[in-house]
């Protein structure tokens, strides 16, 4: 039952971009810098980020990454489903495999009810609702 | 976000003694059949659900294993809290992990996503789980 820090970091590198404001581009080393997250990772997660689309590199001396959606289009779901793959609590039964009956049972009864609980929490989740949280000022101020 | 074999096994070998007729003790190996876990398997995991008091051992001919409370009062949480390291989805949101957690907007992700593994895990009672093993067992035979 783990999210794993790809997926985490992946969720933070969004949240970074989009807290600098509207077209900002960011280099990997203010993104490690701002948010402690060593730079080789961070690579690792922004070749997925920008696969899926949710970032785009500009090249050049005053390059970086730049949100290439608006953040509020941006479902936090979706980023941690292309970032961790599959979300759901087991593996989905094998192909012309006979499971237990109990087996059966707790994924109807339980595992299915995980799964669905876990969607439906996500699916409140933009990256615009996030950076728009609840952050007290005097809390930001302290940090910086 | 994954259970472990280590935790699905324990629900199986769990709802299999909760199905059992007549709340007799049975033996690893009557178990090891209904279930397909294997029998090392299956003494493993029994040691922490009777650390934790889910079920209880008895020894000789009759020995086994039954559960210790009725089904009602033992849920899906309870078992695999008993066998597994972490049922949070990242260790931040017990809180005093990490300094960035009041400034950290993912965290109320994983906040709201943790409460809501929660709820289930709690509600999930064994009894339940008994109510859709029955529900099956009647539509394959």
Redesign the interface.
């Known amino acids: 039952?783990?999210?794993s820090t790809k997926g985490?970091y992946g969720?933070?590198f969004l949240?970074d971009v989009a807290?600098q404001g509207a077209g900002a581009l960011c280099t990997l080393s203010d993104i490690a810098k701002r948010e402690?997250i060593s730079e080789a990772y961070l690579e690792q997660v922004a070749v997925v980020l920008k696969r899926s689309g949710y970032i785009r590199s500009v090249k050049g001396s005053s390059g970086g990454f730049i949100l290439a959606k608006d953040p509020s289009e941006v479902r936090?779901g979706e980023v941690l489903r292309n970032l961790?793959g599959d979300?759901?609590?087991?593996?989905a039964p094998l192909p012309g495999k006979k499971e237990?009956?109990?087996?059966?049972?707790?994924r109807?009864?339980?595992?299915n009810?995980?799964d669905n609980?876990?969607n439906?929490?996500?699916g409140?989740?933009t990256l615009g609702s996030?950076?728009c949280?609840e952050?007290s000022k005097t809390?930001?101020m302290y940090?910086i | 976000m994954k259970i472990s074999t280590r935790g699905q096994y324990s629900l199986e070998a769990l709802l299999c003694l909760a199905v059992s007729s007549g709340h007799k003790p049975q033996s690893i190996r009557a178990i090891s059949e209904q279930s397909g876990i294997s029998d090392g398997y299956l003494e493993q995991l029994f040691i922490p659900l009777k650390k934790k008091g889910l079920v209880i051992g008895s020894r000789g001919v009759q020995g086994g294993y039954a559960l210790a409370k009725d089904p009602s009062r033992i849920s899906a949480g309870d078992v695999l809290r008993a066998v597994e390291t972490s049922l949070h989805p990242v260790p931040c949101v017990q809180g005093g992990y990490c300094k960035r957690e009041k400034i950290c907007a993912s965290r109320r992700t994983w906040k709201t996503i943790d409460s809501a593994l929660e709820n289930v895990l709690n509600s999930v009672k064994l009894s339940d789980l008994i109510i859709v093993y029955r529900g099956l067992s009647g539509e394959v035979i």
């Open positions: 039952m783990k999210i985490r969720i933070r949240i807290e402690s936090i961790e979300l759901s609590v087991v593996e237990s009956l109990f087996r059966q049972a707790i109807v009864g339980f595992y009810k995980l609980a876990v439906e929490s996500l409140s989740f996030l950076i949280g952050k809390e930001y940090y």
